[in-house]
């Protein structure tokens, strides 16, 4: 149970950790006036191109991956059927996602969808354990 309860841990942390490059993004867009909009950054979000709206898609998406991640955990853990392959495809989809966002932020289409379907295919595959 503690490989699956530190890969959900890793995963609730990817979105924040995501967010670092979003961050540099947009003080580098923003560079000519003033930086990092603080106090509108969801519109200076929106106007990101290139890099900027590919850090803002990973951030996105690593907070839309980690609700089928968390419940296909859970569900494992609440009907006590944790075992060796839902340790083993936790560990499989938090590597994915990280190959995901790295992918993403270098604008590597395919295989960024590649492991997008990896770590989804684990998520379900954790979720199977339950049957």
């Known amino acids: 149970m503690n ?12 979105p924040y950790l995501a967010k670092g490059p979003l961050a ?9 006036t003033g930086g990092y909009d603080n106090a509108y ?3 200076q979000e929106a106007s990101l191109t290139g890099f ?3 850090a803002l898609a990973a951030h996105q998406n690593a907070f839309e ?3 089928i991640f968390g419940l296909a ?3 494992v853990i609440a009907t006590n059927k944790v075992n060796d392959t839902a340790a083993t495809l936790a560990l ?8 995901y966002h790295c992918l993403y932020l270098l604008n590597k289409g ?5 492991s997008w379907f990896i770590a989804t295919l684990a998520s379900f595959g954790i979720f199977w354990q339950v049957f």
Do not use: Q
């Open 65 to 67: 991956s980690l609700l």
């Open 3 to 14: 490989t699956l309860l530190i890969s959900l841990f890793v995963a609730m942390l990817l």
């Open 110 to 114: 395919s295989l960024r969808s590649l």
């Open 41 to 43: 950054p969801r519109i």
């Open 92 to 99: 499989v989809h938090v590597a994915a996602r990280l190959a």
């Open 24 to 32: 540099w993004a947009m003080a580098k867009a923003g560079a000519e």
């Open 52 to 54: 900027g709206a590919r």
């Open 73 to 75: 955990v859970l569900a």
